[in-house]
């Protein structure tokens, strides 16, 4: 008897991994550019897009022990890793002119950049849990 709730899956004849990590790439020279510059929004920004493209190859929910729809880990803790990078940039005040910035201002400057550390650190360890990073391995080793 067949089952009725099977849907066969369906892969593209044409794979495009190739450019997917090009784009990848790209994205990260842009994080790299605004994290040096401390441009903390627009590195957020590529953080969120680097997301987007990596976010696709991930289950969104799972079933836990009770049988309720949960989200995955992953999800869970970049959902709680831009909440809180979110929170403390919408704390930060921008300078006009030649106003100098206050001990508290470069205080709030110093943990969104930490929070966004976070959240790359993140977003590069699962790039390389996906095959799609730093780490690789030539078939050639295997044996």
């Known amino acids: 008897m067949e089952d009725q709730n099977f849907e066969p899956q369906k892969l593209s004849k044409i794979n495009s991994a190739g450019l997917i990590n090009l784009r990848i790439h790209d994205i990260w020279v842009e ?14 920004y590529h953080l969120d897009r680097i997301w987007c493209e990596l976010g696709g190859d991930i289950k969104r929910t799972r079933k836990n022990s009770k049988g309720e729809t949960v989200d995955t880990k992953e999800f869970k803790e970049f959902g709680s890793l831009d909440e809180d990078v979110s929170g403390k940039l919408n704390e930060l ?22 929070s966004l550390i976070k959240k790359e650190f993140f977003l590069r360890r699962l790039m390389n849990k996906q095959g799609k990073g730093t780490a690789y391995q030539e078939e050639s080793d295997w044996d």
Not at 31 to 44: A, E, F, I, P, T
Request: glycine share 6%; proline share 0%; aromatic share 14%.
């Open 31 to 44: 994080v790299n550019k605004h994290s040096v510059r401390g441009n903390y929004l627009q590195w957020n």
């Open 93 to 114: 005040t921008q300078k006009k002119g030649f106003s100098q910035y206050t001990t508290q201002d470069m205080t709030k400057m110093t943990t969104v950049y930490q």
